[in-house]
């Protein structure tokens, strides 16, 4: 770089004025974005040719195969715009397990949320709550859609009670942290950060939300919400022990030398969170249609774009370079959770939760790009003054 005034530019002002800074920040050489989506776009074309197959071989009219693609894009586009935050949480927890655990979060993960989330999951609804065997619920689904869609939209209260307290559950502790440094909406932030000091004070507003929004329903539904709440809040209790117990294990066998590949608690953890964020979107897909094969591919598309965001996330290092991002997300994670829960009272478009959340994640990425901006600034003065 050439000498201007007879002297040499800083270490800090070079380092800031560098062109690899910026390009770090999206690092297009050494790590192309379609690298991250090069499956979810095989996957994607897998599935829609299954539904132009399926649509055909049910219909044999080409207008209405092409009504069956299109229902599956659109299940796949609303599956990714409601999971964003999902993905931004994802990260936040995926960055810390190594690349092993990273691959089966894509892999394993991927079999779980797919068949297990978007097949198995309603299909166990509609044998629990009709009585029947696992091979009529599937029968049922493939003969007789309306009564399908009945009955998983009839378990909807206790859906709304066991996902909305999870989803709760992971907002609040977020910022339920005294230890945590950083705050974006301070004058909220700071307090429940005091808050915190007071031992299951998350725990405590939860449970009186639950009880709250329980006094609304009619009394067999009340039960039934309550129920599934405390079940969703034991889940989240339970599996934060066991990654408590699972890092404690890690610890002490690193104290003895060996070698660790952590990762088993965090996974679980990110399959459960998956599975709560999974619960609207199925139920919300039969506004769509009340075909299962239907439902399940377009949703399927829209997890495995999910898991490549995340991937994304992680690896181009996006939640360090964007300081605010984790906390919009997490903010998107408790309104959604109290859009599940009061849904069982009030009808609330899943329109509405995804542009939301859309909202609360843009707005948390201009704050941080905002002040990424105004500290690159302050840099290069300290560093012309130090000149």
């Known amino acids: 770089m050439p000498q201007r005034f007879g002297k040499e530019p800083s270490r800090g002002l070079n380092r800031l004025i560098n062109p690899n800074r910026a390009q770090a920040a999206f690092n297009l050489g050494e790590q192309p974005v379609l690298r991250f989506y090069k499956f979810s776009i095989l996957f994607t074309l897998a599935c829609l040719g299954l539904a132009g197959w399926y649509g055909w071989s049910l219909t044999g009219n080409l207008a209405a195969t092409a009504s069956i693609l299109w229902i599956v894009v659109v299940?796949?586009?609303?599956?990714?715009?409601?999971?964003?935050?999902?993905?931004?949480?994802?990260?936040?927890?995926?960055?810390?397990?190594?690349?092993?655990?990273?691959r089966r979060f894509l892999t394993w993960g991927m079999v779980i949320a797919v068949f297990g989330m978007r097949i198995v999951f309603p299909l166990a609804i509609v044998a629990i709550a009709a009585g029947l065997g696992p091979l009529a619920a599937l029968d049922?689904?493939?003969?007789?859609?309306?009564?399908?869609?009945?009955?998983?939209?009839?378990?909807?209260?206790?859906?709304?009670?066991?996902?909305?307290?999870?989803?709760?559950?992971?907002?609040?502790?977020f910022f339920f942290d005294g230890e945590k440094e950083v705050d974006w909406i301070t004058w909220i932030e700071?307090?429940?950060?005091?808050?915190?000091?007071?031992?299951?004070?998350?725990?405590?507003?939860?449970?009186?939300?639950?009880?709250?929004?329980?006094r609304m329903l009619p009394t067999e539904d009340a039960l039934t919400f309550?129920?599934?709440?405390?079940?969703?809040?034991?889940?989240?209790?339970?599996?934060?022990?066991?990654?408590t117990i699972l890092e404690m294990r890690d610890e002490a066998a690193k104290l003895q030398g060996v070698v660790v590949r952590s990762g088993l608690g965090g996974f679980l953890y990110l399959n459960v969170l998956d599975a709560s964020f999974s619960f609207d979107g199925v139920i919300g897909a039969f506004a769509l249609s009340n075909n299962m094969v239907i439902?399940?591919?377009?949703?399927?598309?829209?997890?495995?774009?999910?898991?490549?965001?995340?991937?994304h996330l992680v690896k181009q290092g996006t939640l360090a370079e964007y300081r605010y991002l984790e906390h919009g997300a997490f903010w998107a994670i408790i309104v959604l959770g109290a859009i599940m829960l009061f849904s069982a009272v009030f009808?609330?478009?899943?329109?509405?939760?995804?542009?939301?959340?859309?909202?609360?994640?843009?707005?948390?990425?201009?704050?941080?790009?905002?002040?990424?901006?105004?500290?690159?600034?302050?840099?290069?003065?300290?560093?012309?003054?130090?000149?």
């Not at 299951?200 to 009880?211: D, Q």
């Open 75 to 102: 299940l796949a586009i609303l599956e990714i715009s409601l999971s964003f935050d999902n993905a931004v949480v994802n990260a936040a927890v995926l960055k810390d397990m190594d690349d092993i655990w990273q």
């Open 140 to 173: 049922l689904s493939l003969h007789d859609p309306k009564r399908y869609e009945e009955i998983v939209s009839s378990a909807h209260v206790g859906i709304a009670g066991f996902g909305g307290a999870f989803l709760a559950m992971v907002g609040l502790t």
């Open 295 to 311: 439902i399940a591919l377009g949703l399927s598309i829209g997890a495995m774009f999910v898991r490549s965001m995340t991937i």
């Open 226 to 243: 309550m129920v599934a709440g405390t079940l969703g809040l034991v889940t989240f209790i339970a599996v934060e022990a066991i990654s």
């Open 347 to 387: 009808h609330i478009p899943e329109t509405i939760t995804g542009v939301i959340g859309a909202v609360l994640i843009g707005l948390s990425l201009w704050w941080s790009v905002r002040h990424n901006a105004r500290n690159a600034e302050h840099e290069i003065e300290d560093a012309v003054r130090a000149d």
């Open 190 to 214: 700071a307090k429940l950060r005091l808050v915190s000091n007071i031992k299951a004070a998350e725990i405590a507003l939860l449970l009186l939300v639950i009880y709250g929004i329980s």
